[in-house]
C-alpha cells in the first residue's frame, strides 16, 4: 500500500474545503498596495501567490511547514518530500512505503529517454539532455490519459501524484545518464532496489563512494535545494504551466528551463567558475586582500559576484551554512573550500558599500559547487542538474498540492505603460 497517497486522500479533501472556507469568509479582503516600483521590478514583495510546502523569512530563510532547513539537514530528500505534502515528517513504516513506492517505479523507467540522451548533440548543455529527455516521456503521462477519459476535477491530483512520483524515481536516472554519457565512459548503471533514493543516485553517477561521505553529500544538497517557496523562478515557472493542466513532465520542464538562467540554477556554476578563476590567478588559495582586488575587480567589469546576495532574504542563507558546516566536517583542507572561506570573510563587506545591494551575505550557490568539486564532480557545468533533480520534490509537491485544492489557471492582469503612467499622474 503507498501510505503518502493514503494519507493525501485524508489531507487533500480538508485542504480544498479549508481553503474554500477561508475564500468564503475573507475573500473580498484586501491586503496591500502595490507600487508602481513592484510592477517594473518583477513584482519585488508582492503577496500575489500562495503555497504551503515551504515559506523564506527573510531573517530566517527557508522554512519547510515551518522547520528550519538547517534542522532537516540530517533528513533524507524522501523524508522531506512526505514533510511538504503532509506537513508531517513520515514515521518508519511510512518512510519504507514511499521508498518502496519509488524504487518499485524506478524499474518502469523507459528506454527512450535514454536514446534522446544518445542522439542529441553531445556539445549540448547538460540541462539541456535533462528538459528534452524529461519531456520525451510526456507520453507516460498518466494526467493526460485520465483527462482523455474524462476524470473529475476532484481526482485531478491523484494522476499529478503518480505523475510526480515517476518522475522523482526516474529524472536522477535520466541525470546520472547524462553525466557518464557527457563525462564518464557512457555505459548505463542500474538501479539497486535495497539502496535508498540518494544511494542509488550516488551509485548510477559512478563516483566510487567508498566511504559513503558522497551520497551524505547528495542527501544535503538534494534536501537543502528541495523547495524554496512559490515566487522563485523555477516553482513559479511550474505552477503557471501546472495551472494549465500543462501536465507534471511539461511542467516541470518548463521549472527547469527557468532554473537554467545565471541569476538562478545556473548561479553554483558561475561560482566555482569565479572561485577557480581566482586561484588560478593567485596560485593557489587567495588571501583576504588578493580576494578583495579580485570582487573589485569582477564588480567593475559590470558583473556580479555569483553567489553573493538574494531577493528576499536578508541574513547569510542558512542553506550556505548547512554546506559550510559539512564542508567543515569532510574537506576542511580542501583549498577550495579554504577559497570559499576567505571569500565569505571579504565578499559581504565588499558589497554592502553599494547600498543598492539589499543582501549582500551568500546564498546556498555560494558553498555548494564547492563540495560537489571536492568529491570529483569537476565538471561545474552539471551542477545545475543536480539542482534540478533536486528542485523536482517540491515543484511537484507544489503541483500536487494546487491541483488537489483545484486551483484555476493563473492569469494575473497586464497593463501597458501608458496606464500605469495615467495612474501616477492621478496620484
Ligand atoms: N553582486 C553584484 N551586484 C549585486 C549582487 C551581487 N552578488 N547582488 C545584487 N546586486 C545588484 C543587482 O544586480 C541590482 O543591481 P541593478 O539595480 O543595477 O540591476 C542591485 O544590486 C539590487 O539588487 P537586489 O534588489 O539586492 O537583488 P535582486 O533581488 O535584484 O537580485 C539576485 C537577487 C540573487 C539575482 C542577485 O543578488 C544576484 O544577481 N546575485 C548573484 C547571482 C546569484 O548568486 N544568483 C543565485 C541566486 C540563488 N539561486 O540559487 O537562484
Ligand atoms: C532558490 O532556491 O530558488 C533560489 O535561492 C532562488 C530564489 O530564492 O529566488
Not at 165 to 170: P, R, Y
Not at 318 to 341: H, I, M, N, S, W
Request: net charge negative.
Amino acid at each position: 500500500m503507498d501510505r503518502l497517497k493514503e494519507r493525501l486522500k485524508k489531507i487533500i479533501p480538508q485542504y480544498r474545503e479549508e481553503i474554500k472556507n477561508f475564500l468564503k469568509e475573507s475573500g473580498e479582503k484586501i491586503i496591500g498596495n502595490i507600487s508602481i516600483r513592484s510592477v517594473y521590478g518583477g513584482m519585488r514583495d508582492l503577496p500575489v501567490l500562495f503555497c504551503d510546502t515551504s515559506e523564506i523569512l527573510p531573517e530566517k530563510g527557508l522554512l519547510i511547514r515551518g522547520i528550519s532547513v538547517k534542522e532537516l539537514s540530517n533528513k533524507l530528500p524522501e523524508e522531506v518530500f512526505f514533510l511538504m505534502l503532509t506537513q508531517n515528517l513520515p514515521d518508519t513504516e511510512e518512510i519504507i512505503s514511499l521508498q518502496n513506492e519509488l524504487n518499485r517505479r524506478a524499474k518502469l523507467i523507459p528506454d527512450y529517454p535514454f536514446t534522446v540522451i544518445d542522439d542529441i548533440p553531445q556539445d549540448s548543455h547538460p540541462m539541456t539532455m535533462l528538459i528534452c529527455a524529461i519531456v520525451s516521456m510526456e507520453r507516460e503521462s498518466i494526467f493526460v490519459r485520465r483527462y482523455a477519459e474524462g476524470m473529475r476535477k476532484e481526482d485531478y491530483w491523484e494522476a499529478i501524484y503518480e505523475d510526480s512520483l515517476n518522475l522523482v524515481a526516474w529524472v536522477y536516472q535520466i541525470a546520472a545518464y547524462i553525466y557518464r554519457k557527457k563525462f564518464g565512459d557512457g555505459k548505463r548503471i542500474f538501479h539497486d532496489f535495497s539502496f535508498d533514493w540518494a544511494q542509488n543516485f550516488s551509485r548510477l553517477l559512478g563516483i566510487g563512494d567508498w566511504d559513503g561521505n558522497f551520497t551524505k553529500l547528495l542527501r544535503l544538497y538534494t534536501v537543502i535545494h528541495s523547495d524554496n517557496e512559490g515566487g522563485n523562478v523555477s516553482a513559479h515557472s511550474c505552477h503557471c504551466a501546472g495551472s494549465s493542466l500543462a501536465n507534471p513532465y511539461y511542467s516541470v520542464a518548463a521549472g527547469l528551463c527557468g532554473l537554467s538562467g545565471p541569476l538562478h540554477g545556473l548561479a553554483n556554476q558561475e561560482v566555482l567558475k569565479w572561485l577557480l578563476e581566482a586561484m588560478e590567478k593567485y596560485g593557489g588559495v587567495p588571501s583576504e586582500k588578493q580576494i578583495e582586488d579580485f570582487a573589485e575587480e569582477t564588480l567593475k567589469s559590470g558583473k556580479v559576484i555569483p553567489g553573493y546576495g538574494h531577493s528576499i532574504l536578508k541574513v547569510i542563507d542558512p542553506r550556505f551554512e548547512a554546506f559550510y558546516e559539512f564542508g567543515e566536517k569532510y574537506c576542511e583542507e580542501d583549498p577550495l573550500f579554504q577559497t570559499v572561506k576567505v571569500v565569505f570573510r571579504v565578499v559581504p563587506e565588499i558589497l554592502k558599500k553599494n547600498p543598492k545591494i539589499k543582501d549582500p551575505y551568500p546564498n546556498l550557490d555560494a558553498g555548494s559547487g564547492c563540495l560537489l568539486y571536492h568529491f570529483g564532480i569537476k565538471e561545474f557545468n552539471f551542477y545545475t542538474v543536480f539542482f534540478a533533480v533536486s528542485r523536482i520534490f517540491g515543484i511537484t509537491a507544489q503541483l500536487i498540492l494546487s491541483r488537489g485544492f483545484g486551483e484555476p489557471i493563473e492569469s494575473p492582469k497586464s497593463m501597458t505603460t501608458r496606464w500605469f503612467k495615467e495612474q501616477a499622474n492621478k496620484l
